[in-house]
């Protein structure tokens, strides 16, 4: 069984800042990855980045990076030099099983302000 | 090449009618996978396909819930005698294989009357 807790409903950056979402899990799955995505308000779910938690190395995609602390089971996501258009609901999810169902935390509300 | 897609958008039912939600993954993809969304909520895991093969309907809320994928490609999720408590997005997402990473459509925002 798996488990995804955010605890942040909502945060807020000025644009150009840098900010960080947090999220802890729990799971029984020795091989699992970690994602977060992205839905602005049309609704479409965007992949943000992916970790794989047999991985050492955090995951960088362009601005956004992640803090995977494994035996914390903490990952967290940071953005910089937030943009306006990072505005949007964000979710941690981690994956596993053998086909790769996705656990989802309850999502963090980020406001980018001009 | 185009994402995964569902239709209709938006449907309002009344509450006891039948609805059926259309999912269209990205070609070739082999996984699909339903979730539903409460509003203000993280989506929830619902059933899972495999080409055609319905592995995992775990997450079906009742029997009212049924889902299918009758010739590995489009899938159809289908509540029947809807309730108020039905009222979510359903989203559809697809891979490439197992354990491979998910890639969503818009989702249909269901709301029962």
């Known amino acids: 069984a798996q488990t995804v807790t955010q605890s942040q409903p909502e945060m807020s950056v000025q644009e150009a800042e840098t900010v960080t979402l947090s999220c802890t899990y729990d799971?029984?799955?020795?091989?699992?990855?970690l994602f977060w995505y992205k839905q602005p308000p049309s609704r479409q779910m965007i992949l943000v980045i992916r970790?794989?938690?047999?991985?050492?190395q955090n995951a960088t995609e362009n601005r956004f990076s992640v803090n995977f602390q494994k035996a914390a089971k903490s990952f967290s996501l940071k953005i910089s030099d937030s943009q306006l258009g990072d505005t949007a609901m964000y979710f941690c999810?981690?994956?596993?099983?053998?086909?790769?169902?996705?656990?989802f935390g309850q999502g963090t509300i980020l406001t980018v302000h001009p | 090449g185009a994402g995964v897609s569902q239709s209709p958008r938006y449907k309002v039912a009344k509450r006891g009618q039948d609805v059926a939600l259309r999912c269209d993954p990205i070609?070739?993809?082999?996984?699909l996978f339903w979730y539903q969304q409460a509003l203000g909520q993280g989506p929830e895991f619902l059933t899972y396909?495999?080409?055609?093969?319905?592995?995992?309907k775990s997450g079906l809320p009742s029997d009212r819930f049924f889902a299918e994928r009758p010739e590995g490609s489009v899938s159809t999720l289908k509540i029947q005698r809807t309730q108020q408590e039905d009222s979510a997005v359903y989203l559809c997402?697809?891979?490439?294989?197992?354990?491979?990473?998910?890639?969503f459509g818009p989702g249909t925002r269901l709301l029962v009357l």
């Open positions: 999810a981690s994956g596993g099983t053998s086909y790769g169902k996705l656990t």
């Open positions: 799971t029984s799955e020795n091989n699992y990855y």
């Open positions: 970790q794989e938690a047999y991985k050492q």
């Open positions: 070609s070739g993809h082999v996984s």
């Open positions: 396909f495999q080409n055609e093969a319905q592995l995992d």
């Open positions: 997402a697809s891979s490439s294989g197992n354990r491979e990473t998910q890639y």
